[in-house]
């Protein structure tokens, strides 16, 4: 054991010499062919993994989604590939093993300008390329239908309930929509936040108390899909979950005349929602607390 | 300074310490229940029965306990002896450091460096402990549907506090054991600048982690532990339990940025510039920056949130006039900066022991210190991407998108750095080492699951579901955890004096990361296919992948146990370790193990950097033979606050 | 040997208490016991005859008559459902549900809640009336129904539950008078549901903390199947 007091020196030439030859060959080619391998098996998984997982489209902004998933990961399998391969050459290549340390230092290489430059360069690129695409799906969102169907979503401890202003405030607990028309959605909620998710057609709006705040999609698939609350919001998060129903035209219009199918129709009764703007849930309401 | 008496020291004065001899941790609680006793009476008599009355009896109580627990360790003496214009002597001083006190100086108002980082690595380790217990408790009950370990309510405060407790440890697991004990060391100082704080600090960590743990028994937090407004405005009295413990524990951060940022500012030795600084120290330092810049963010939103709860106010309440986007603005603000804060430490300790186990210097130190500036000057610039779906400022999500985006160049730099240094070097396959490629690995596969998110549509799929879970245990856990795991690995021996058992923390190590593939790669699966976070049930199609998630957790336990029970045993029963056992330059190594208490006999005089490996004259660039300062004349006992103090060097700092 | 010895400790001990603190976590938060409708006779109803479940439940203003107990559990002030709040009915069955409400109330401060939704001809029986909605300003509670996951057959059912006057007396059972509110639905394929209430009977933020967000009082499961 050598005495703890010093320091250890560094080592004389060595006992024996390394015996690694391959340490010193060329490694450029080796980590090429190994970066090709895992690049190839990264973009067969990018390619076929990811937007499976997430199934089925139902409007264009979920299939721009999932594509700009695959888009991603194509792009990042070879950078992923690149770290990964040469971290392995080195471990297959350079590695030095047992209790001792080496006994030979490395080449002193301080940096290298081309690499770094590239390197940068290169990051530098995929980030404007991901910023472009990201900027350009967005734009294709914003862009406003017109005449547009308008939901207001209501979200409250533990449930969605939605109304149509323009059909006198037919109100249900299940999400009607036709099939091929834009719909804008107008948020809020009635006391802590909530986030109104509508899985397959890839959209998510937070409900807050207080504002109202919108989202617009376009479904193009009929289908029952799900909405699921994405923003904690107290002990039954997990089950505040409904259904979207897209149908034809021709049967969203009757289940309107027909009040909402089972849900008895607001506009009998209750204060009708006024058509347009929709003021926020919590208008009027005074501060309220319970006695602690 | 008073070198000569560690060799050969009269016996210390008696009574030296005066109060100081007295107090401990035990006496710290035992004050702290009695004052939390005494004013939990007095608000309960007063004001349990008014809106908000338990609420106040609550904060009442706990920030009793926090000045009692405080008081009865004797954080206080020193600013009240000082007010009284008595100050410490040298014994004083010598015993406030843990002098001649054995195993007790851990349980004391310790200043020295080395004793806080060892109490800052046991505290880590259990708190890491507890985080973990919930994990499994987490996945036990998402074992199958339908919520069968306990109810809703319950698991929603075991998440909050699994999160919370976790985020504590990880921004305390470097920075605390590492950037107390090595970093002052690294730099050639005896001490820290200001070691009454940090043992402050340290112990203010520990006096918010009952407060925390006391809200399981308050009815629980609802909101997992970014306490979202309003929902946390609705929740139980344990909400008040967590808020008083971030403000507690923000404190605790700044008075650790505060002291490690000026220890490395101005204690460095002479000719230790800059450029010849060790990259752990810049990383340390940059972490502490953050911290001090992010950490009021949160403790302000909670004093709000405070008193929305306390007294009625309606900075987040929507029908009085506030917003909830206020909290969410001052939270993510921290939020942000603070995964930084975290990560930062972990990266710098692996760069720094990375040119040591590749017998290379490190592959643009200048290019390291880019990076990391580039991360800390982004982060603060990026923190409403967690807030694209909110509403808030819709307008603003393409910048903010931009601003995400781009912190993957400074973060791709830092592993260029690495993966450069590992470049033809002749790479030591021990423990440390590997376990930075376990991270390499890891922090690529969650860096580039962040790119995602930082895509605005894409986000608008991914927020708020299991997705963006599994990518922050990639990055936090797979990265910043495994770097910390590979630091303790590497600063083992020089804290303990024994060298880890690697045959059993690889097996622990290995069989933990095994685990953690299985467990969050099938939870990005989940997350893809629209399972939102934080839900204690879910529908049938997703219990495949909870399941396996679940297995995959228990294997992540038994790993992290084996490798807790490697360290232990070879803490007490471990082969003693040489000073340096890795060959390492930088000035840790250079002092004998174990460390004596003033650190150095004689400062040295620095005239290169530490990664001269296979440069000319390559070996560790203290003092070289005929350079050696003249031993320094025995001071005076008696000496002013600012000599007494390890800040003060008549060596001077390096500029 | 003694490295083997201190990590199969750890090990051992570590998961043992792990093992130990979640079991005693799940032991002390077991869900309250389920309360099985009762079947007797059938109904006729456009989609067939179907047998005809009922079941009896109230609201009252503490927790002494329900499932905490008679010492009212941990919070004897809080308002409660009872005698549980897990349900159990048959599917494909007719189910007639009456609650007795012995709380007051005020106004509800989200008037969709008032109207009745989902039940048998979209209506419900408030003491022998027959009611579309009832006034928002007298609401006690609600029993609001929805499905817990999207992929399950669909059922929402809202009902309120008009408060008792403040001043009304009270009996010998320390209750005053209730209303009596009976309802019934249709319920399908077998599931799993959740119902709470909506009215802001609780403590805190909005009034919907304390009961209203602790299982056990306002909320709870309706099991068909």
């Known amino acids: 054991m050598s005495d703890p007091t010093t320091v250890t020196p560094p080592p004389v030439p060595p006992a024996s010499p390394d015996p690694r030859e391959s340490r010193d060959r060329n490694p450029v080619g080796p980590i090429v062919l190994l970066w090709a ?37 194509i792009a990042a399998a070879p950078v992923a590939a690149l770290v990964w391969s040469i971290a392995l050459y080195s471990l297959l290549r350079w590695r030095h093993r047992g209790p001792e340390p ?25 980030c404007l390329f991901l910023l472009v695409w990201g900027l350009a799906a967005m734009q294709a969102t914003a862009s406003t239908a017109s005449n547009p169907l308008v939901v207001d979503v209501t979200g409250q401890q533990w449930l969605w309930t939605f109304s149509y202003p323009a059909a006198g405030g037919v109100s249900s607990n299940v999400l009607y929509l036709p099939v091929n028309r834009p719909v804008a959605f107008d948020v809020t909620s009635e006391d802590v936040v909530h986030s109104f998710w509508i899985v397959q ?25 799900a909405v699921r609350c994405a923003e904690l919001c107290g002990i039954y998060h997990a089950y505040m979950q409904t259904q979207v129903r897209v149908v034809s035209d021709a049967a969203f219009r009757s289940w309107l005349r027909s009040g909402g199918g089972r849900v008895t129709s607001a506009a009998t009764h209750g204060t009708p929602q006024p058509a347009g703007a929709r003021a926020s849930a919590l208008g009027g309401l005074e501060l309220r607390r319970g006695n602690g | ?75 206080f003496v020193g600013p009240v002896r000082w007010l009284a214009g008595k100050d410490l002597t040298e014994d004083e001083r010598l015993f406030l450091a843990g002098k001649d006190q ?51 309510q319950t698991y929603n405060s075991v998440v909050g506090l699994h999160g919370i407790i976790m985020i504590i440890a990880t921004i305390v697991m470097v920075t605390g054991p590492f950037g107390n004990f090595i970093m002052p060391l690294m730099i050639g100082a005896r001490g820290e600048a200001f070691p009454r704080l940090n043992a402050l600090s340290f112990w203010l960590l520990v006096s918010v982690v009952p407060v925390l743990l006391s809200a399981a028994f308050l009815g629980g937090i609802p909101t997992g532990w970014s306490a979202y407004a309003p929902l946390a405005d609705q929740a139980p009295p344990g909400q008040d339990a967590f808020l008083i413990t971030i403000i507690g524990f923000a404190v605790s951060v700044a008075l650790t940025g505060a002291n490690l940022t000026t220890t490395a500012v101005t204690m460095r030795t002479r000719g230790l510039t800059w450029s010849r600084t060790p990259i752990f120290v810049f990383g340390v330092v940059g972490s502490a920056v953050l911290g001090l810049v992010a950490f009021p ?32 603005n001052l939270f993510w603000l921290m939020g942000h900066p603070e995964v930084y804060v975290i990560l930062l430490p972990a990266f710098a300790a692996v760069l720094e022991l990375t040119p040591v186990f590749c017998r290379k210097p490190l592959f643009s130190f200048r290019g390291a210190i880019v990076g990391m500036a580039g991360i800390m000057g982004l982060s603060l610039l990026v923190w409403a991407h967690h807030m694209y779906v909110s509403g808030w400022a819709p307008d603003l999500n393409g910048s903010f998108m931009l601003t995400t985006e781009m912190i993957s160049v400074p973060t791709g730099l830092l592993i260029l750095v690495i993966i450069g240094t590992v470049w033809r070097g002749r790479v030591w396959t021990r423990l440390p080492m590997l376990a930075v490629y376990a991270m390499l690995w890891n922090f690529v596969i969650g860096g580039i699951t962040g790119v995602y998110l930082s895509d605005v549509p894409v986000d608008e799929a991914m927020h708020g579901s299991l997705f963006v879970t599994a990518h922050f245990h990639y990055t936090l856990m797979g990265g910043a955890l495994t770097g910390a795991i590979a630091a303790l690995t590497y600063w083992f021996p020089k804290m303990t004096g024994r060298m880890l058992n690697e045959k059993w923390a690889s097996i622990g190590f290995w069989t933990a990361q095994v685990g953690f593939q299985v467990t969050f790669l099938s939870m990005f699966a989940i997350g893809l296919a629209g399972l939102p976070r934080r839900v204690g049930d879910y529908p049938p199609q997703f219990a495949t992948g909870n399941a396996v998630a679940t297995y995959g957790a228990y294997v992540i336990m038994i790993g992290m146990l084996i490798y807790a029970g490697a360290l232990i045993t070879s803490w007490i029963y471990g082969v003693p370790a040489p000073a340096s056992p890795w060959g390492g330059k930088t000035l840790e190594w250079q002092v004998p193990t174990p460390v004596p208490l003033d650190n150095f006999e004689v400062l040295p005089v620095i005239t290169s950097d530490f990664y001269g490996y296979g440069e000319n004259g390559a070996g560790p660039p203290a003092v070289p033979p005929g350079r050696r300062e003249p031993a320094e004349p025995p001071e005076p006992v008696e000496e002013p606050v600012g000599a007494q103090s390890a800040a003060s060097q008549p060596e001077g700092s390096a500029q | 040997m003694r490295m083997w010895a201190g990590v199969a400790s750890a090990v051992v001990a570590g998961a043992a208490v792990v093992a130990l603190s979640g079991a005693l976590l799940s032991v002390t938060d077991q869900p309250p016991g389920q309360l099985r409708a009762s079947v007797r006779g059938y109904v006729l109803t456009p989609s067939g005859r179907l047998p005809h479940a009922f079941l009896s439940i109230a609201t009252y203003p503490d927790s002494l008559a329900g499932e905490h107990g008679h010492g009212g559990g941990p919070h004897p002030d809080w308002v409660s459902y009872g005698p549980t709040t897990n349900f159990e009915v048959p599917a494909h069955a007719v189910v007639t549900v009456t609650v007795r409400q012995y709380d007051t109330g005020g106004t509800i401060y989200n008037p969709y809640f008032a109207q009745v939704h989902g039940t048998l001809g979209g209506t419900a029986t408030v003491d022998g009336k027959t009611v579309t909605g009832i006034n928002p300003n007298t609401v006690g509670h609600t029993f609001t129904l929805h499905m817990f996951q999207a992929n399950q057959p669909a059922e929402f059912i809202s009902v309120p539950l008009p408060g008792v006057s403040a001043s009304a007396p009270n009996h010998a059972n320390g209750y005053p008078t209730p209303h009596v509110v009976t309802f019934s639905f249709v319920t399908a394929g077998p599931g799993r549901y959740v119902w709470n209430c909506e009215f802001p009977c609780g403590t805190g933020y909005e009034g919907f903390g304390g009961p209203m967000s602790t299982e056990g009082y306002m909320d709870g499961t309706l099991t068909v199947g």
């Open chain 1, 37 to 73: 391998g895992l690049t190839i098996v990264l973009e067969l998984f990018a390619i076929f993994v990811p937007a499976r997982v997430m199934g089925v489209a139902a409007s264009t902004n979920m299939a721009d989604i999932k594509r700009a998933v695959t888009v991603f990961s």
């Open chain 1, 102 to 126: 080496p006994t030979q230092d490395g080449p002193p290489i301080r940096g290298n300008t081309a690499v770094q430059t590239v390197w940068l360069l290169v990051s530098g690129g995929l």
């Open chain 1, 201 to 225: 057609m890839g959209i998510k709006i937070d409900a807050n108390p207080g504002e109202v705040t919108h989202i617009g999609v376009t479904p193009d698939r009929r289908g029952t899909f």
């Open chain 2, 1 to 75: 300074m008073a070198e000569m008496t560690i060799a050969d020291a009269p016996a210390p004065a008696p009574a030296a310490g005066g109060i100081m001899r007295r107090l401990n941790v035990v006496t710290g609680l035992l004050a702290g229940l009695v004052l939390a006793g005494i004013g939990w009476a007095i608000s309960h008599a007063t004001l349990q029965n008014g809106t908000y009355g338990s609420d106040q009896v609550t904060c009442i109580t706990l920030v009793c306990w926090l000045v009692g627990f405080l008081a009865g360790i004797g954080a």
């Open chain 2, 102 to 152: 054995g195993v007790g100086r851990y349980f004391r108002f310790t200043t020295d460096h080395k004793v806080v980082g060892i109490q800052y690595l046991v505290v880590g380790m259990a708190l890491f402990f507890v985080g973990g217990m919930l994990a499994m408790m987490i996945r036990t009950d998402l074992l199958t549907p339908g919520s069968k370990l306990f109810g809703l």
């Open chain 2, 297 to 328: 963010m949160f403790m302000s939103s909670q004093i709000f949130q405070g008193l929305d709860r306390t007294v009625g106010t309606s900075f987040y309440n929507a029908a009085g006039g506030g917003s909830v986007w206020l909290y969410q």
